[in-house]
């Protein structure tokens, strides 16, 4: 499926991102410190692979959503690696430990959660007895003494039976895998095979209950009648026969499948007359078909790889099988756990900072980022002139300035006439002040060189205002000595008094809990590169301690110190090129 890229997000490049560009600062620092962290350009360059879009853009780094760590997606996934031969590392004991956290010792258990975190976590013996204890009081409260059965909410629609017997499958594993007492369903369980296992109303739809019953009676000792048996893999295999029956809205064709195989294992049938058919259905020599199973869907994928596995194939007889994975391992979060795959599209944020890394850091993309630009060229010109400036940066590191030329004449009246009125409101030009400098510098790309007047230098500083928040402040100090630069570079001593104001301000934030730390800081070194402006040693040692507490395992970093900051491409950019400047 071809992933669009929608460009009303450009807007996310906001002002309090978009002070600077993408040059190294160069800054005259002294005494460099020796507990910087090292980059680690193996472990970026893995992230960014796993973020690159088929438009030749890239979305967010997984490391930004860590908290969405999905122990169904990481436990259906890993299975089906398992049943294909790809043999799986052990679960890391960070990762056990969140899985205990977030889905053991919650507030808000889930039963599918549950039965997903002691699949991956194993028997009784992995678990504190405050862990058990907690999952034990979590199934009682499911047991409905009346129904004499565990059950989740009924909606009251289908068959009460097929309706609870997931609760009481997945309660029964739970139970028996940590040595749990199970609250009786006997009782229920031969009621609802009476139910349900009649031979003349067998149909399709219900094939996954008609497996969990019959594992589920075999656990509890209770016989299910041969004549269900027999009716149950009839209409398996009457159903494989036509095949337009599979096509069924209401068969998931990999599950139903997985159902056969796995029924007629309990029931001591032999399927493998049937064993191609399966394997036909779901895989072609490419290995296995692309409309196999709904995309991003981890359960898909677990049950056709155990289909596949039941039905004996031999993943060793194509070369490409394992590409299957490849969409699910673009959402990998470590070596051992994932985030819920799931559709999702480039933006412009993260496809220019990612951009920004591989060339600084000559990391080597599969992607083509020409056709990013010009599938997206012409929503980006139609949007904020910010956005254009970074459009035409994007374009000039990659030498495809000549994607605007038809283009140029437009985008130069509409960046020269945003200069203008930008500046027309006194009470805005602190927050204009990113806008104006990115129409300077985009003018400067296209080889123009704007011309102002000192009434109009003049009008911008003074109707600059100093604000009482501290990391305001910063944000537009350095907006403002960048216009300086930019307009007026002679006044070099106005630029070097704000340069001391803004170290000052960053100096004093640097104890505070404050979000995006290495931002400020990178936007403080260029500003005093431009100013030629050297700074202190103890900004110098303020920059090392942000840089040394910000690094992500993954190897990215965040935005800084503050329990506030997520990791993102911008931090990790920022924090390289704080790296590299500080070396």
């Given at each position: 499926?071809?992933?669009?890229?929608?460009?009303?997000?450009?807007?996310?490049?906001?002002?309090?991102?978009l002070?600077?560009?993408c040059s190294?600062?160069?800054?005259?620092?002294?005494?460099?410190?020796?507990?910087?962290p090292?980059?680690?350009?193996?472990s970026?360059?893995?992230?960014?692979?796993?973020?690159?879009m088929e438009?030749?853009?890239?979305?967010?780094?997984?490391?930004?959503?860590?908290?969405q760590?999905?122990?169904?997606?990481?436990?259906?996934?890993?299975?089906?690696?398992?049943?294909?031969?790809?043999?799986?590392?052990?679960?890391?004991?960070?990762?056990?430990?969140?899985?205990?956290?977030?889905?053991?010792?919650?507030?808000?258990?889930?039963?599918?959660?549950?039965?997903?975190?002691?699949?991956?976590l194993?028997?009784?013996?992995?678990?504190?007895a405050?862990?058990?204890?907690?999952?034990?009081?979590?199934?009682d409260?499911?047991?409905?003494?009346?129904?004499?059965?565990?059950t989740l909410?009924?909606?009251?629609?289908?068959?009460?039976?097929?309706?609870?017997?997931?609760?009481?499958?997945?309660?029964?594993?739970?139970?028996?895998?940590?040595?749990?007492?199970m609250?009786?369903?006997?009782?229920?369980?031969?009621?609802?095979?009476?139910?349900?296992?009649v031979?003349?109303?067998?149909?399709?739809?219900?094939?996954s209950?008609?497996?969990?019953?019959?594992?589920?009676?075999?656990?509890h000792?209770?016989?299910?009648?041969?004549t269900?048996?027999?009716?149950?893999?009839?209409?398996?295999?009457?159903?494989?026969?036509?095949?337009d029956?599979?096509?069924?809205?209401?068969?998931?064709?990999?599950?139903?499948l997985?159902?056969?195989?796995?029924?007629?294992?309990?029931?001591?049938y032999?399927?493998?007359?049937?064993?191609?058919?399966?394997?036909?259905?779901?895989?072609d020599?490419?290995?296995?078909?692309?409309?196999?199973?709904?995309?991003y869907?981890?359960?898909?994928?677990?049950?056709?790889?155990?289909?596949?596995?039941?039905?004996?194939?031999?993943?060793?007889?194509?070369v490409h099988?394992?590409?299957?994975?490849?969409?699910?391992?673009?959402?990998?979060?470590?070596?051992d756990s994932?985030m819920s795959?799931?559709?999702?599209?480039?933006?412009?944020?993260?496809?220019y900072?990612?951009?920004?890394?591989?060339?600084?850091?000559?990391?080597?993309?599969?992607?083509?980022?020409?056709?990013?630009?010009?599938?997206?060229?012409?929503?980006?010109?139609?949007?904020?002139?910010?956005?254009?400036?970074?459009?035409?940066?994007?374009?000039q590191?990659?030498?495809?300035l000549?994607?605007?030329d038809a283009?140029?004449?437009?985008?130069?009246?509409k960046l020269?006439s945003?200069?203008?009125?930008?500046?027309?409101?006194?009470?805005?030009?602190?927050?204009?002040?990113?806008?104006?400098?990115?129409?300077?510098?985009?003018?400067?790309?296209?080889?123009?060189?704007?011309?102002?007047?000192?009434?109009?230098y003049?009008?911008?500083?003074?109707?600059?205002s100093?604000?009482?928040?501290?990391?305001?402040?910063?944000?537009d100090l350095?907006?403002?000595?960048?216009f300086?630069?930019?307009?007026?570079?002679?006044?070099?001593?106005?630029?070097?008094?704000?340069?001391?104001?803004?170290?000052?301000?960053l100096?004093?934030?640097?104890?505070?809990?404050v979000?995006?730390?290495?931002?400020?800081?990178?936007?403080?070194?260029?500003?005093?590169?431009?100013?030629?402006?050297?700074?202190?040693?103890?900004?110098?040692?303020?920059?090392?301690?942000?840089?040394?507490?910000s690094?992500?395992?993954?190897?990215?970093?965040?935005?800084?110190?503050?329990?506030?900051?997520?990791?993102?491409?911008?931090?990790?950019?920022?924090?390289?090129?704080?790296?590299?400047?500080?070396?």
């Amino acid at each position: 499926m071809k992933r669009k890229v929608t460009i009303g997000m450009i807007a996310l490049l906001t002002n309090m991102i978009l002070y600077t560009g993408c040059s190294n600062s160069n800054v005259s620092l002294s005494n460099s410190s020796p507990t910087l962290p090292e980059v680690n350009e193996t472990s970026i360059a893995a992230a960014i692979e796993q973020s690159a879009m088929e438009d030749g853009g890239y979305r967010f780094a997984n490391a930004e959503f860590e908290s969405q760590f999905s122990v169904y997606a990481t436990y259906y996934i890993r299975m089906a690696k398992e049943y294909a031969g790809w043999s799986q590392s052990p679960i890391s004991p960070e990762t056990k430990s969140e899985i205990e956290e977030k889905f053991l010792n919650a507030s808000d258990m889930d039963l599918t959660d549950i039965f997903c975190a002691i699949s991956l976590l194993g028997s009784n013996e992995n678990l504190p007895a405050k862990t058990k204890e907690n999952i034990s009081s979590y199934l009682d409260s499911l047991y409905d003494k009346d129904l004499k059965c565990y059950t989740l909410f009924y909606n009251g629609e289908g068959n009460e039976y097929i309706f609870n017997i997931y609760a009481n499958y997945l309660v029964d594993f739970i139970s028996s895998s940590l040595n749990i007492e199970m609250k009786p369903i006997d009782d229920w369980l031969e009621k609802a095979i009476e139910e349900v296992f009649v031979s003349d109303e067998i149909i399709a739809d219900n094939s996954s209950a008609y497996s969990m019953f019959f594992e589920l009676a075999k656990n509890h000792n209770i016989e299910v009648p041969e004549t269900s048996i027999t009716a149950i893999i009839q209409m398996f295999e009457n159903t494989l026969d036509n095949m337009d029956e599979l096509d069924n809205q209401n068969i998931y064709v990999p599950v139903f499948l997985m159902d056969y195989l796995d029924f007629s294992r309990f029931a001591g049938y032999d399927s493998s007359k049937n064993h191609d058919k399966v394997i036909r259905v779901l895989c072609d020599e490419n290995g296995v078909k692309k409309d196999a199973f709904v995309e991003y869907d981890a359960y898909g994928l677990y049950a056709t790889i155990r289909a596949l596995k039941l039905a004996n194939y031999n993943f060793e007889s194509c070369v490409h099988f394992r590409e299957v994975f490849n969409e699910f391992d673009s959402f990998l979060l470590s070596e051992d756990s994932y985030m819920s795959p799931g559709y999702v599209e480039s933006n412009f944020v993260d496809t220019y900072y990612v951009d920004a890394l591989i060339h600084d850091l000559g990391i080597d993309s599969s992607n083509t980022i020409s056709q990013y630009c010009i599938e997206n060229k012409p929503a980006i010109l139609e949007s904020d002139v910010l956005n254009i400036y970074y459009f035409l940066e994007l374009l000039q590191r990659n030498d495809l300035l000549e994607l605007v030329d038809a283009e140029r004449d437009e985008i130069i009246q509409k960046l020269s006439s945003s200069i203008q009125v930008l500046a027309s409101d006194p009470s805005s030009i602190n927050a204009n002040l990113p806008k104006i400098n990115g129409c300077i510098k985009g003018l400067k790309i296209l080889n123009e060189n704007p011309q102002f007047s000192e009434e109009y230098y003049d009008a911008i500083v003074k109707n600059f205002s100093v604000s009482s928040d501290q990391q305001q402040k910063a944000y537009d100090l350095a907006g403002l000595i960048e216009f300086i630069c930019l307009v007026s570079p002679d006044n070099i001593d106005d630029s070097k008094e704000y340069c001391h104001q803004l170290e000052t301000t960053l100096i004093q934030l640097s104890s505070e809990d404050v979000s995006n730390k290495i931002m400020l800081q990178k936007m403080a070194l260029n500003v005093f590169e431009l100013s030629n402006y050297v700074v202190t040693s103890e900004f110098n040692q303020i920059v090392v301690n942000t840089l040394s507490q910000s690094q992500d395992e993954s190897g990215l970093f965040k935005g800084g110190d503050s329990n506030d900051d997520l990791v993102s491409f911008r931090s990790t950019y920022d924090a390289v090129v704080l790296c590299e400047s500080i070396n």
